[in-house]
């Protein structure tokens, strides 16, 4: 029924609804130093990762694909390993989209 899918639906849309404003404001302030930026970017990711996948796990759950103690063990085991994945590999593109950028670069 259409009605077991309202909540799955909704949780998978709070990772980028409470991210994104995040994201945006990073991407505005072009005046910070590129580290900054580049640490912000990396935590912002990770945020985002570790929401959507504990929204994946609370709709698997929800619709009965898993159970909750399998869930549970699942969530903790990636947001462990996804956490500093994520995080580096923000921040290593951010770093590398800035040193791309011409507003960071010494002309003259």
Not at 20 to 28: H, L, Q
Not at 39 to 67: C, H, N, P, Q, W
Not at 68 to 82: D, H, K, R
């Amino acid at each position: 029924p259409v009605h077991r899918l309202v909540g799955p639906y909704i949780a998978l849309a709070v990772a980028p609804a409470a991210v994104g404003p995040f994201i945006y404001r990073i991407n505005r302030r072009r005046e910070d130093p590129p580290k900054r930026r580049a640490r912000d970017m990396g935590i912002a990711a990770t945020v985002f990762i570790e929401l959507a996948l504990t929204a994946l796990s609370y709709s698997a759950v929800k619709l009965g694909l898993v159970s909750v103690n399998f869930a549970i063990s699942y969530t903790i085991v990636l947001w462990l390993l996804s956490g500093p994945i994520v995080y580096f590999g923000a921040y290593r593109t951010a770093l590398a989209k800035a040193a791309l950028s011409p507003r960071h670069t010494d002309s003259g």
